[in-house]
Each structure stands twice: as structure tokens, then as C-alpha cells.
């Protein structure tokens, strides 16, 4: 299994690809001043492009399934073009017409609703072990509680995130959207499921919100162990005051990995903002392979 987190500054972007064609695309931001994701597919660099998509009862196509983790800008930004371009299969998502209340169906963008909803309503992902995974499983806290709980209902848009765990080679990735802190606690104590599945490791962990305080949660690192961490991030959380990156750091492990120039490097967490475009490979043996753009 191949997965790509693109350097996107602060949004999320990431792909995972696996040797049988399966392509799945977690959240879709963009930034004007960075490569696009879908043209870094388009035009093969890196070998991103490099995949024949996946065959199921006939169907062909190339990107299996879009899961958007939540609707704020920087994780949608780019949906129209991957579904142009990429034309997914499968969505997976949350109605925003139903879920969310009127005041945040205002904040979403008029793109996404209009151009890209209207195609996936009401589809959700079933996950098929011939799909490539050893585990494949997204989480979310229900959105009535969301709004019923005060301690969830401060952020509703970052709490309502779609999680997900992918696994291969008996390694496993936690992808955290931008959930805060208390949706992690909530989380931990009323998922019995989710709070099982970390609780048998996670090996790769793309942090929440990119690496802004209000998604860190301590607990969940003394559940999940010490995992290697990334963050997708710009600057901004510097510029505020609120970058968390070095209590990531203190709580994974160290990974080894090598530029694209061939240098080998150790650090303890990685980010796009100094490392560029990521690059992880995981081999049916378990062994995870990391490469940096810089």
C-alpha cells in the first residue's frame, strides 16, 4: 500500500493506493500557491499517477472512493476537479443538508454543495476485504450529539469529522480530520469499537487540524502508543500561537526516512510544511517505508 500526503499548507489531502488498483483519496484541499494534488496525479509525478484503477463486476474506474472527513473549505476546496478528473465511485461523507444546522449549511461552500453532493447523496462506503485493506473502518461521533453536547457543540464543523483507520501488512494509519480534543474524549469513552481498534496499536497517525492545540488529546496517545506522526500544516498555527508540534513529538516515535535527493534522515514527527509532499509505502510484510519531498 502507497499513501501520499500532499503538501497542501494547512488543508488535508491525502491518497492511499493499493496494489490492486484500489485508490482512496481522504479529504480534497487545495492551495493556489502549491502543486495541485489532481494534477500531481494527472501528469504521473512522483508515479502518483501511476496506478490502473480498481475493476469490480465489470466497473472500471480510477479513484474507488472520495471520504470527506468534514466540509470546511480547506479539506473541500479542491472536489470539484477530483470529481472532473478523478470521477470516485464512492463517496463518503455527511449529508450537510441534513446534518448540519442552517447556520453552518451557510459556511459550506456553494461548489461543493451544488457540484459535488448533489452527484453522492445518501452514498456511503461499505468496506470489501477484496477492496486490498486489512482493515478499512471509518468513525464519527453522531451529529445530534455533536449539537446536544456543550462540550462538543463550541466547534461543531471540526467535531463532526468522518475518521478513518486504514490498514496493510498488519500496520494500521489513523486519519483525524480536524476532530478537537473533546471529540477525541468523546470518542474514547462511548466508541467501544474505535476505542478497541487503536487500543491494537496505531502505527502512522496524520494528526487533526493540523497540528492546532485544540486537537490534541494525550489520552489518546496512551491508548494508541507512540505512533510516527504528521502533520499537514502551513504556518498559521505558529503565526497563533497554537502549534502543538513539539508535544506530538515527545509522544511518537522516531522514524527513519529518505529525501527524494537520496539523504537519509531520522525525526520524530513529519511535516508538510518542512518536509513537502510525504510519501509512506507499506509492504505486505509490515515494513513502512518513508520518503520526503525535501
Known sequence: MKVTIFDISNGDCSLAVC??????MIDCGNNSDKLCPVDIIEENKF???NWSGFKH????????LLHITHPDY?????????????KPKLMHKRDYDIAFPLDIQKDID?????????QYRNTKHNTRPEWGFDFNQPYEIPMNEILKN?????????????????????????????????GWLWLLNNDKDFKEKISKGIDVFLAPHHGHKSGFCKDLFEIMGRPHTILSKGSEAEKEGTDVSAQYSALSSPLNYNTLNKDSRTANILTTRQNGHIFIEIDSEGTIYFQTEK
Open 19 to 24: 496494489s490492486n488498483g484500489y485508490g482512496l
Open 47 to 49: 508515479g502518483l499517477g
Open 150 to 182: 456543550e462540550n462538543l457543540s463550541e466547534s461543531p464543523k471540526n467535531n463532526s469529522s468522518i475518521l478513518r483507520i486504514i490498514g496493510y501488512g498488519g500496520k494500521r494509519m489513523l486519519f483525524g480530520g480536524d476532530i478537537e480534543t473533546n
Open 57 to 64: 463486476y465489470g466497473d472500471g474506474y480510477k479513484l474507488t
Open 110 to 118: 456553494d461548489g461543493y454543495k451544488k457540484n459535488v453532493c448533489k
Open 74 to 86: 480547506d479539506h473541500i476546496k479542491n472536489a470539484e476537479k477530483v470529481v472532473e478528473k478523478l
